[in-house]
Each structure stands twice: as structure tokens, then as C-alpha cells.
């Protein structure tokens, strides 16, 4: 992988400055403008970027693999604050198959920081605790050979070039809940077969579905977008479905195996 090339744009879509920590997403109560297709919608820039998994007045203390401060043996780094609740900081790049604990030094696991699975090219499986509420921004960038993700149901906050650059992976659900898709989160997954979106999201930024395979779809659970701030070529310009229980054109269901299917 290019590397170099894909370091120089993230960092000309971060360049207002992001924390190195996972990230709270808005408040459910927060509204949403009506549809747009300005390019700015939803900037990170433009959200609280305030609260993290560590604020002002919390410290953190991190700890590798090795440490034997946690009972944990295994190709992931953590940062432990002071509630005894845990981040993932950091994964071995040669690693290939990783379940994250939901539990470390015997607090949950709650977050996958910032660039935690960046570049691990040759991670192939990767299993997530529902005990994850948050991630930071790229936290699974440029895992290339990623085929498949659950995403935990407490995730609310998709950040900004989440899974740029995934190329393997197939199909990814949405949790029912989540709120916002920032920018270019799917940018050139070539491989993405389908996406499924909650009717909980109010807003998804621009290219947020960009450059996916050539059959790419994607399945709303929503009836419309209205009410939903869309920022420039938010789809990729692929055709997008809204759910209907009953047969009707244009409108998809779920089969008897609970695959997304058009009517």
C-alpha cells in the first residue's frame, strides 16, 4: 500500500486538529437540517471534539502486551484511565486475527482509539466487545484484508475515514442507534458489496460511500431521507433503497436469511 499517499490525505482531511483518543459522538437530541448536499456536512471541525475517552482532568497510563500489570497476553496495547475502563491503542501489524477483550485489568474495554488498526494489512479477522461504545477517527484504516466487522450496538459516531481504504471487506450493518457517518468512512472499499443504514443517522458526510465496488448498494432501513443532512456525493453516486415490508418497486426487504434483498 501506498502508504505515504494515503498518510498525506488523511491528514488533509484532519488537518484542523483531532485527538488521539476515541471521540464521543453528539447528543441523540441534537437536530438535523434538512437534506443538503453541501461538502461540509458533517465536518468533523464542526462537531465537540471536547469530550474524549480521556478529558483535561483524566489521566491515562498505557500498557503493551507484555506489561504485567493486566492479566491480557496478546498483540494489543491498551490506555487504562482512572475509572479503570480501557481503550485500545494500538495492535501489532503482523497480526492476522484478534478478538478484543471486553474486559482489561478487570475494567470494560470501551473504546478503540484513533489509528488503533491502522495499516494492519494482514489482519483478516477482527472481533469486537459490545462492551465498545466509541471509536476514534481511522481507527480501522488501510486494514486491507479485512474482510468482515460487527459493528457493537452502542457505536454511535461512524468518524471520518473509518474504513477508508478497507478493500476487503464484504457488507457492513449499521448498528440501530447510530447517528451520524462522517466523511469518506467507506472511502474506496472496493469490495463493499452493501451497506445497511439505520433510520436512527441524521446526517452522513461527503463521500462517505465513495469509490466502493461497482455493484454497490446501499440499503436504507428509513422509509426517506428527509430531515437527513447529506453532504456532497455522500452515495458515490451508486443507488441507494428504502425498506418496505411489503413488496413494492424499488424497495428492499430481508430474505429468509436476513440478507438485504430487493423486492
Not at 488498526?117 to 486494514?143: A, K, N
Amino acid at each position: 500500500m501506498r502508504r505515504k499517499s494515503f498518510s498525506f490525505l488523511k491528514a488533509s482531511v484532519l488537518s484542523a486538529g483531532i485527538l488521539s483518543g476515541c471521540v464521543k459522538a453528539p447528543p441523540s437530541s441534537s437536530s438535523a437540517s434538512s437534506n443538503s448536499s453541501s461538502s461540509s456536512s458533517p465536518s468533523i471541525s464542526s462537531m465537540d471534539l471536547s469530550s474524549s475517552c480521556s478529558s483535561s482532568s483524566e489521566s491515562s497510563s498505557e500498557f503493551s502486551s507484555s506489561s504485567s500489570f493486566g492479566p491480557y497476553s496478546g498483540p494489543l496495547t491498551f490506555r487504562v484511565f482512572e475509572d479503570n475502563t480501557a481503550a485500545v491503542s494500538g495492535c501489532d501489524k503482523a497480526a492476522t486475527e484478534v478478538v478484543v477483550p471486553a474486559l482489561y485489568n478487570g475494567g470494560s474495554v470501551t473504546c478503540i482509539d484513533s489509528d488503533a488498526f491502522q495499516f494492519c494489512d494482514l489482519l483478516t479477522t477482527l472481533t469486537l466487545p459490545e462492551s465498545v461504545t466509541m471509536f476514534g477517527v481511522s481507527s480501522f484504516f488501510g486494514c486491507s484484508a479485512l474482510e468482515e466487522l460487527v459493528i457493537p450496538s452502542g457505536i454511535r459516531l461512524i468518524w471520518s475515514m473509518e474504513f477508508s481504504f478497507c478493500s476487503s471487506l464484504k457488507t457492513t450493518v449499521l448498528p440501530d442507534g447510530l447517528i451520524d457517518i462522517a466523511e469518506m468512512s467507506y472511502l474506496r472499499c472496493s469490495s463493499l458489496a452493501y451497506a445497511v443504514i439505520p433510520t436512527s443517522v441524521i446526517s452522513i458526510g461527503y463521500d462517505a460511500f465513495s469509490k466502493c465496488s461497482s455493484d454497490f448498494r446501499i440499503f436504507s432501513k428509513a422509509t426517506s431521507l428527509e430531515g437527513v443532512k447529506l453532504g456532497r456525493n455522500w452515495d458515490g453516486g451508486f443507488p441507494h433503497y428504502f425498506y418496505s415490508e411489503s413488496e413494492k418497486s424499488g424497495a428492499w426487504h430481508y430474505d429468509i436469511d436476513g440478507v438485504p434483498t430487493l423486492w
